[in-house]
């Protein structure tokens, strides 16, 4: 197995404060007011982890590049400045005196270069996502939130830390076209094409994670609708998607603009 190039001890945060974004696009600003407010309502909800797992966004242009959080700083803590920008490879954009986190990179760097779609990824490691990850059945279609995920998740087995470039290679493969992948062992992954997209898709995939957690710790024999029922709802929540962030998305920045504007600086 290849290791990335880099390490964790060479992303450690320096001490000091962020400088500015400089000359960004009006569309690069709003993405990454965007992603700023994914990583403070992840805090919000409860979905952080310490300063681990990762939230990433496509800026807008050919040049392939997107915006992850730095190392060493909590998710309520980022800001649309002091996210840093970087390319497919690895390498920073600009000047920052951030760097980006490794396993970061390699699983959202890979899937952003194999999936045009990808405008944004959360990876999280929420306890309802990792308690679901170690179930060798994956997520059931046992409730009208699951139902939306039916036929639109992949599953990747366990392999350690994600440092390896090979390893991101088969990451692709399990996610196939799907909009979330379940890291055996590990946690969750949704992909969107917007930020919006991307973390509305999470909260439905977290909250069947949790339902079916509960459910299972019930000891009761659970009830699984008919096989016509479940493509019938999963019909109806990708028709219901053609228009991604239109609706909740605006209602969370609302939500933490009343709460704390910050992420926005």
Not at 41 to 68: K, M, N, T
Not at 260 to 265: A, I, Q, V
Request: proline fraction near 4%.
């Amino acid at each position: 197995m290849s290791d990335y190039k880099t390490t964790f001890s060479s992303f450690e945060l320096p001490a000091g404060k962020p400088i500015s974004a400089g000359n960004i696009s009006a569309e690069e600003k709003q993405v990454r007011i965007d992603l700023a407010a994914a990583y403070r309502l992840c805090a919000l909800f409860g979905w952080d982890d310490l300063i681990y797992s990762h939230i990433s966004a496509r800026v807008p242009g050919p040049e392939h590049h997107f915006l992850i959080n730095p190392l060493g700083l909590a998710f309520d803590e980022i800001t649309a400045s002091n996210l840093v920008k970087i390319d497919l490879n690895g390498n920073l954009i600009g000047d920052s005196i951030y760097r980006p986190n490794a396993a970061g990179f390699v699983i959202h760097g890979g899937i952003h270069m194999a999936r045009k779609d990808a405008g944004a990824i959360l990876h999280l490691h929420t306890e309802a996502g990792m308690a679901l990850s170690m179930c060798e059945d994956g997520l059931l279609p046992l409730t009208q939130h699951a139902m939306r995920f039916h036929g639109r998740i992949g599953y990747h087995g366990y392999e350690g830390i994600a440092l390896s470039t090979e390893e991101r290679d088969r990451i692709i493969v399990n996610l196939e076209q799907h909009a979330a992948l379940i890291f055996r062992n590990h946690g969750t992954l949704t992909i969107g094409k917007t930020v919006g997209h991307a973390f509305v898709e999470m909260f439905y995939l977290e909250k069947s994670a949790r339902s079916q957690m509960m459910a299972l710790a019930s000891g009761q024999r659970l009830s699984i609708p008919s096989a016509e029922v479940i493509a019938l709802t999963n019909a109806q929540w990708v028709n219901d998607l053609k228009n991604p962030d239109s609706r909740e998305w605006p209602s969370l920045l609302r939500k933490l603009d009343r709460l704390d504007r910050s992420y926005r600086d």
